[in-house]
Structure formats: C-alpha cells, structure tokens
C-alpha cells in the first residue's frame, strides 16, 4: 500500500485485522474504548493504540477517538530508543492531531495535541524547522488557554517553552535572530508562572512539579528547585513519561547536592 498517506494505511490495517469492525454496534464500540482507556491507564500503548484504530475504523471522524491515537502514537516514543522510529511515531501523532483539530478546531485538548506533536518533532528536525515549530508550540498552547484558560496542562507546556527558550545561551538567539528572524519573547520567570499555575490546579499530578522544578531552577532559585524536585519525586507516577521525568528530576537533585 506504498501510494496510501499513513493515515490511510493505519485505517486500512484496522479494517483488515477486524472486519467486522465497520458493523460493531455502538455498545460494542462503547466496549472497544472502555478497552482502550484501561490500556492507557497501565502505560500500554500497543494495546490502547491497537484498540483506539478499531474504535476509529468503526466510528470514523471522532475527534475524540483520533485525539486518543495521537496521544498514543506520542507517548509510545518513550518505548524505544531508535531515533528513526521516536520520528516516525511522532509524524503519525501529528497527523492524528490534525485530523482531530480540524474536526473540532475549538478543543483545548486537540489544539494543545498539536502543540505537543509539533514541540516533540522538533527535536528530530533541522534547524529552520525546529524554530519554525518552536513557534507553533507556542501559537497552538495559547489557542488551547484562550478556550479553557484552566488547562494545567497548557500552562505546563507554555511555561516549559519559556524557560527552555529563555535558557538558550546569548549566542545562540543571536544566530537564530539573525538567520532565522527570532523567537517570540520568553523569560525563566514567565516559565516559573506558568508551571506553578499548573501545579495549583492539578497538583496531584507529578509532571507539573518536575518541570516547575526545572524552571525554578533555571530561574537560579536552586532551593526552590531542590524542595520542588523532591515532593515530585515522593509522588506517584501518574502518566506514562512520569518514570523519564523522575528520572530527569533525580539526575538534577544529585547535581544540586
């Protein structure tokens, strides 16, 4: 099938290793997804992944559904080490993501999708590219506050973007100014806000205390830092890529002792 874009080959998998699927009643759909959460919630995502494209192959352009692809497809990059493979996962989540936001462009969670997706592909491209979505970041998680500006999850990834982007050495947004026109302004303070936003409203959640721990830190508050990495790492994992951010958090405890 090398003339079908990926998404369409993904579909047409699905369809093929289930080919009832397009005539599963609603409530077994229904049961298809309950599947699929239960996956997610152990950190599976070959099996919720699996689950999510049967759910799609029998309800097609459910922006749900495709959100809940993309964030599969995203997060199974934390289960390989092949750098070719974390950016061929990470092309798939976004083109899920896309889908998903122009079927519901006003969805936080969609548009903060594509922020992720964009934000973590970066990392695997050239430079002019990188900044180009280093931008986008940014763009897509203030579209995501401007609908629901409770959205911990959105203050997470922009007050991320802002230290990271604030902790670029002088030279570098020298040459990224000059050649590539710059990045949007960022300060490790805006980042220190944003992150401490996030905590306020989902402060069970340990991936916000990780990366406020990072802002604070690179805001040269080291103590602050070092009190926020350890009630981080005296947490339970929640989500899939905590145990990397725990590990992330630990590396930068052992350096500030």
Known sequence: MPGLNPLRRARLFALLLLGWATVLRAEEVEQVLA??????????????????LQADAARP?????????????????????????KKRLCTQALAYAKRATELNPKNAVN??????????????????????????VKEFTEQALAVNPDYDYA?????RWNYEVASLGAGTRFIVRLIYGGLPPASTAEG??????????????????????????????????RVTFEQALAM???????TEGFRRAREALAGLK
């Open 61 to 85: 352009n459910d922006s749900v559904v495709l959100q809940k692809i993309s964030q599969q497809y995203s997060d199974s990059t934390n289960d390989t080490n092949d750098t070719e493979e």
């Open 192 to 225: 220190v806000r944003q992150l401490q936003r996030a905590v306020e409203i989902s402060p069970q959640l340990p991936a916000h205390r990780v990366e406020l721990g990072f802002a604070l830190l690179a805001d040269g508050q080291r103590d602050a830092a």
């Open 35 to 52: 599947r699929a959460r239960a996956a997610e919630s152990k950190f599976d995502c070959k099996a919720a992944l699996e689950l999510y």
């Open 236 to 242: 339970k994992p929640v989500e899939k890529y905590d």
């Open 111 to 136: 548009l903060l999708s594509l922020a992720i997706c964009y934000g973590k592909l970066g990392l695997y491209s050239d430079t002019r590219t990188k900044i180009e979505y280093s931008r986008l």
């Open 155 to 159: 203050h997470h990834v922009l007050g």
